[in-house]
């Protein structure tokens, strides 16, 4: 088979949600060149000749517990903004056949399956997309809803790491873009340690928190110690919604804080405090109040406000991950791979800063050039 003719399956666990839409509807505009890879890193120039799979050779396909066709769904996100006017038209198409292979989610209120028997169909789901499809090989991505930490004494494994164990099961590299717990379950740390998959996680790094993991450094590297960091999130949409409960919100507080302790040595005074904020649909406005010493015991206080489009900062984020997976699995490279740390807000190891992760992951892309 010519390099050209290899394709790669792309599979959304949340195929319907705001960032799969985003996802597949923006791959399939860039690779006809109707807009360019703004938010990218792949396309920047360390990724020349490094082998990843080109845009052109993805094939989308995934689970989702909603029925809401690929085309609406997209529809919908221009409405909203989200997706340029007329997207949605432009790769119609694309968005269809997209759609004709995300397949029922679970478990649904009710589902009797035992957690082996849904592994055993979500993963027999992915084997046959990537054998119908003659994929080479398929890279499972977790963009589903945020769900609640699972408690110690759960017998029962959360929908996120019943999905992880169908990847590994399907022999996929695997990447939990969400504060779920996918591979990071108790029940299957036996799997991911035997698995000789390349996998990658958890949680996007896209507003808030990619903002801290630059200005954490700053305070550290000028000795100006932080008293407090303190935050507020206002969002919409499922995301919004999902995070409404304050058991998710915990889960993805948990990394947002972890950078700040990670990077500053100590977590500092102050919370992080996520509002659904159903108008606001997928745009986010993030507040940060940051409460330092400077010389002489003088008091000083930095705020930012980040306003963003939620969708649109992750999925080229998730494009970039699921090749950068593809082409570790290609090559060979199994477990953990702290090199994407950059990605991500409670990472597999790794640097904490921003410019420590990029120069890691540049570093990446030159050991995947000379692999090839
Ligand atoms: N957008 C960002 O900037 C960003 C950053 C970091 C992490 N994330 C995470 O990405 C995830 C997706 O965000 P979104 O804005 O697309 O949310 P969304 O609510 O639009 O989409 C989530 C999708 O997951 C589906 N889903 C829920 N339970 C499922 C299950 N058991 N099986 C299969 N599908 C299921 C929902 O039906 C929905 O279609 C969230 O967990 C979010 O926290 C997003």
Same mark, same amino acid.
């Given at each position: 088979?010519?390099?050209?003719?290899?394709?790669?399956?792309?599979?959304?666990?949340?195929?319907? !949600? &705001?960032?799969?839409?985003?996802?597949?509807?923006?791959?399939?505009?860039? @690779?006809?060149?109707?807009?360019? *890879?703004?938010?990218?890193?792949?396309?920047?120039? *360390?990724?020349?000749?490094?082998?990843?799979?080109?845009?052109?050779?993805?094939?989308? !396909?995934?689970?989702?517990?909603?029925?809401?066709?690929? *085309?609406?769904?997209?529809?919908?996100?221009?409405?909203?903004?989200?997706?340029?006017?007329?997207?949605?038209?432009?790769?119609?198409?694309?968005?269809?056949?997209?759609?004709?292979?995300?397949?029922?989610?679970?478990?649904?209120?009710?589902?009797?399956?035992?957690?082996?028997?849904?592994?055993?169909?979500?993963?027999?789901?992915?084997?046959?997309?990537?054998?119908?499809?003659?994929?080479?090989?398929?890279?499972?991505?977790?963009?589903?809803?945020?769900?609640?930490?699972?408690?110690?004494?759960?017998?029962?494994?959360?929908?996120?790491?019943?999905?992880?164990?169908?990847?590994?099961?399907?022999?996929?590299?695997?990447?939990?873009?969400?504060?779920?717990?996918?591979?990071? &379950?108790?029940?299957?740390?036996?799997?991911?340690?035997?698995?000789?998959?390349?996998?990658?996680?958890?949680?996007?790094?896209?507003?808030?928190? $990619?903002?801290?993991?630059?200005?954490?450094?700053?305070?550290?590297?000028?000795?100006?110690?932080?008293?407090?960091?303190?935050?507020?999130?206002?969002?919409? !949409?499922? +995301?919004?919604?999902?995070?409404?409960?304050?058991? @998710?919100?915990?889960?993805?507080?948990?990394?947002?804080?972890?950078?700040?302790?990670?990077?500053?040595?100590?977590?500092?005074?102050?919370?992080?405090?996520?509002? +659904?904020?159903?108008?606001?649909?997928?745009?986010?406005?993030?507040?940060?109040?940051?409460?330092?010493?400077?010389?002489?015991?003088?008091?000083?206080?930095?705020?930012?406000?980040?306003? !963003?489009?939620? &969708?649109?900062? @992750?999925?080229?984020?998730?494009?970039?991950?699921?090749?950068? $997976?593809?082409?570790?699995?290609?090559?060979?490279?199994?477990?953990?791979?702290?090199?994407?740390?950059?990605?991500?807000?409670?990472?597999?190891?790794?640097?904490?800063?921003?410019?420590?992760?990029?120069?890691?992951?540049?570093?990446?892309?030159?050991?995947?050039?000379?692999?090839?």
């Amino acid at each position: 088979m010519t390099a050209h003719a290899v394709r790669t399956g792309v599979w959304f666990i949340g195929a319907r !949600g &705001s960032v799969a839409t985003t996802a597949t509807a923006g791959c399939a505009a860039v @690779a006809a060149g109707l807009h360019p *890879p703004t938010g990218m890193v792949t396309e920047t120039p *360390p990724f020349t000749d490094t082998g990843l799979p080109p845009l052109t050779s993805l094939v989308f !396909g995934g689970h989702d517990t909603l029925d809401c066709p690929l *085309p609406k769904r997209a529809e919908v996100l221009a409405a909203g903004g989200v997706l340029p006017y007329g997207l949605p038209t432009a790769v119609e198409a694309e968005l269809t056949t997209a759609d004709a292979e995300i397949r029922p989610g679970g478990p649904l209120p009710g589902d009797t399956r035992t957690d082996e028997e849904l592994i055993g169909a979500f993963a027999a789901d992915i084997e046959d997309f990537t054998r119908r499809h003659g994929l080479a090989r398929t890279v499972v991505v977790n963009v589903a809803s945020t769900e609640p930490a699972p408690g110690d004494d759960d017998s029962r494994m959360p929908a996120s790491s019943l999905y992880a164990a169908a990847a590994l099961r399907a022999g996929c590299p695997y990447v939990n873009f969400t504060p779920s717990t996918g591979l990071r &379950s108790p029940h299957l740390k036996d799997a991911v340690e035997s698995c000789g998959l390349p996998h990658a996680g958890r949680d996007g790094k896209t507003g808030q928190t $990619l903002l801290r993991s630059v200005l954490a450094p700053m305070f550290v590297h000028r000795a100006l110690p932080v008293r407090a960091w303190s935050g507020t999130n206002l969002l919409g !949409g499922g +995301d919004g919604a999902a995070l409404a409960d304050p058991a @998710a919100a915990a889960a993805k507080n948990a990394g947002k804080e972890r950078v700040l302790a990670d990077t500053l040595g100590t977590a500092p005074e102050g919370e992080v405090h996520i509002d +659904d904020v159903p108008a606001m649909g997928d745009w986010k406005t993030a507040w940060d109040h940051i409460a330092f010493d400077g010389f002489l015991g003088s008091r000083m206080i930095l705020q930012t406000i980040w306003q !963003g489009c939620d &969708s649109a900062l @992750a999925a080229p984020l998730v494009l970039d991950l699921a090749r950068l $997976l593809a082409r570790s699995h290609e090559a060979g490279l199994t477990g953990p791979r702290p090199e994407l740390g950059f990605y991500f807000k409670d990472p597999d190891g790794g640097p904490a800063a921003l410019f420590d992760q990029y120069a890691a992951l540049v570093d990446f892309a030159e050991r995947l050039r000379e692999a090839r």
